[in-house]
C-alpha cells in the first residue's frame, strides 16, 4: 500500500512493478494465456503470453467486474491479475462492496462462483497493489502543500478502507514527493534489469525450498510450512515474538511477517532468517494511516 500526496509518483512506481518480476514460467504461461483467451482479450495470434499482467481497474468497478460473473460466469479483473498485478488506484474510493469480496480471494488465491448449473473456480493469484491520498483534499502530512481538511474528514477518509483488508497487507509505504535534485539526477539509481535479476535469484530459491510441496512463492506458504521450511535465528524469533505482542499483531499478520522476512532472506541470499530480516520486515507494517 503506497500512500502520500497527489504527484508523489504512487502510481508510476506501483506501474514498473512488472519490469522487476520474473518472466511467466512455461506452466504460469499457458495458464494466464487460457485465462485471456475466456476472456476474449488474447489477441489474434499472440501465442503464449510471457509477461506478466498489470490490470488497474477504475474505482467505479462493480463486485461482479472485479471478481467475475454472468450467467456463464467469466473472469473477473482479480483473475485477469493472475500471476501477475492487480493494482487499486484511489483505494478509499473504490465500494465497500468490492473491498469486501477482495479479502477472501486474496488469501486463497482462487475464487469460487456459484450458479445453477455449476461451480465455477477461477485462479486468483495476485500481487495487490494499492494507492491512496491520506485525506480527501489528498495533502495530509504533505510537506510541500498544507491539508485542508479537519481531524474528523481525515479519520472518515481513512475508515473507508476496513481492517480485515489492511490485515492482508504486508508492506505499508509512505511516499514523498521526489526532491527536484534527485529527480534531475535521473539513471543514477540500480536498473530495473539489475532489481529483476535479484528477484530472479531469490525466486530460485523459493522455486527450491517449496518444489515438493507443489508451491511456487513464499507467499503460498500456510503455517505448516513456514513452521518446518524457515530456519530463523533465535534473535529474530525473539524480536518476533515481542512484536507480536507489543504491535498487537493478529495471527494473520504474524505469519505475513514470517512470509516477509522469508523473502528479504531471500533476497539477501541468506540461508536463515537473521534478526534484520525480521526488522524490516516489520517496519513495513507501520501504521501510517493513524
Given at each position: 500500500l503506497l500512500a502520500g500526496p497527489p504527484g508523489a509518483g504512487k502510481s508510476m512506481l506501483a506501474k514498473a512493478l512488472p519490469e522487476i518480476m520474473p518472466d511467466l514460467t512455461p506452466e504460469e504461461a499457458v495458464t494466464v494465456t487460457k485465462i485471456h483467451s475466456v476472456a476474449g482479450l488474447l489477441p489474434k495470434?499472440?501465442?503464449?503470453?510471457?509477461?506478466?499482467?498489470?490490470?488497474?481497474?477504475?474505482?467505479?468497478?462493480?463486485?461482479?467486474?472485479m471478481v467475475g460473473g454472468g450467467a456463464i460466469p467469466k473472469p473477473g479483473e482479480i483473475t485477469l491479475a493472475h500471476?501477475?498485478?492487480?493494482?487499486?488506484?484511489?483505494?478509499?474510493?473504490?465500494?465497500?462492496?468490492?473491498?469486501n469480496v477482495l479479502r477472501?480471494?486474496?488469501?486463497?488465491?482462487?475464487?469460487?462462483?456459484?450458479?445453477?448449473?455449476?461451480?465455477?473456480?477461477?485462479?486468483?493469484?495476485?500481487?495487490?497493489?494499492?494507492?491512496?491520498?491520506?485525506?480527501?483534499?489528498?495533502y495530509w502530512r504533505s510537506d510541500w502543500q498544507?491539508?485542508?481538511?479537519?481531524?474528523?474528514?481525515?479519520?472518515?477518509?481513512?475508515?473507508?478502507?476496513?481492517g480485515p483488508l489492511l490485515d492482508r497487507i504486508d508492506l505499508f509505504m509512505p511516499v514523498q514527493r521526489v526532491d527536484i535534485e534527485d529527480l534531475a539526477r535521473a539513471g543514477?539509481?540500480?536498473?530495473?534489469?539489475?532489481?529483476?535479476?535479484?528477484?530472479?535469484?531469490?525466486r530460485k530459491l523459493q522455486e527450491k525450498r517449496l518444489e515438493e510441496f507443489g508451491l511456487a512463492t513464499n507467499s503460498e506458504m500456510g503455517p505448516r510450512e513456514l513452521s518446518t521450511l524457515l530456519s530463523i535465528s533465535a534473535s529474530g524469533r525473539r524480536l518476533l515474538l515481542?512484536?507480536?505482542?507489543?504491535?498487537?499483531?493478529?495471527?494473520?499478520?504474524?505469519?505475513?511477517?514470517?512470509?516477509?522476512?522469508?523473502?528479504?532472506?531471500?533476497?539477501?541470499?541468506?540461508?536463515?532468517?537473521?534478526?534484520?530480516?525480521?526488522?524490516?520486515?516489520?517496519?513495513?507494517?507501520?501504521?501510517?494511516?493513524?
Amino acid at each position: 500500500l503506497l500512500a502520500g500526496p497527489p504527484g508523489a509518483g504512487k502510481s508510476m512506481l506501483a506501474k514498473a512493478l512488472p519490469e522487476i518480476m520474473p518472466d511467466l514460467t512455461p506452466e504460469e504461461a499457458v495458464t494466464v494465456t487460457k485465462i485471456h483467451s475466456v476472456a476474449g482479450l488474447l489477441p489474434k495470434g499472440s501465442g503464449l503470453l510471457k509477461r506478466r499482467p498489470f490490470r488497474a481497474p477504475h474505482h467505479t468497478v462493480t463486485p461482479a467486474a472485479m471478481v467475475g460473473g454472468g450467467a456463464i460466469p467469466k473472469p473477473g479483473e482479480i483473475t485477469l491479475a493472475h500471476r501477475g498485478v492487480l493494482f487499486l488506484d484511489e483505494l478509499p474510493e473504490f465500494s465497500a462492496q468490492v473491498i469486501n469480496v477482495l479479502r477472501q480471494p486474496i488469501e486463497d488465491g482462487v475464487i469460487n462462483i456459484a450458479r445453477s448449473g455449476g461451480t465455477y473456480r477461477f485462479p486468483c493469484r495476485i500481487l495487490l497493489a494499492a494507492a491512496m491520498n491520506l485525506c480527501q483534499c489528498g495533502y495530509w502530512r504533505s510537506d510541500w502543500q498544507h491539508c485542508q481538511c479537519t481531524p474528523y474528514q481525515r479519520r472518515q477518509y481513512v475508515s473507508k478502507v476496513n481492517g480485515p483488508l489492511l490485515d492482508r497487507i504486508d508492506l505499508f509505504m509512505p511516499v514523498q514527493r521526489v526532491d527536484i535534485e534527485d529527480l534531475a539526477r535521473a539513471g543514477c539509481e540500480e536498473a530495473a534489469d539489475s532489481v529483476k535479476e535479484r528477484v530472479e535469484e531469490a525466486r530460485k530459491l523459493q522455486e527450491k525450498r517449496l518444489e515438493e510441496f507443489g508451491l511456487a512463492t513464499n507467499s503460498e506458504m500456510g503455517p505448516r510450512e513456514l513452521s518446518t521450511l524457515l530456519s530463523i535465528s533465535a534473535s529474530g524469533r525473539r524480536l518476533l515474538l515481542d512484536a507480536y505482542s507489543r504491535m498487537k499483531l493478529s495471527a494473520r499478520a504474524y505469519y505475513r511477517v514470517m512470509r516477509v522476512a522469508a523473502s528479504i532472506a531471500d533476497l539477501d541470499q541468506s540461508s536463515r532468517i537473521e534478526e534484520e530480516h525480521v526488522a524490516e520486515a516489520l517496519s513495513y507494517r507501520q501504521r501510517i494511516l493513524e
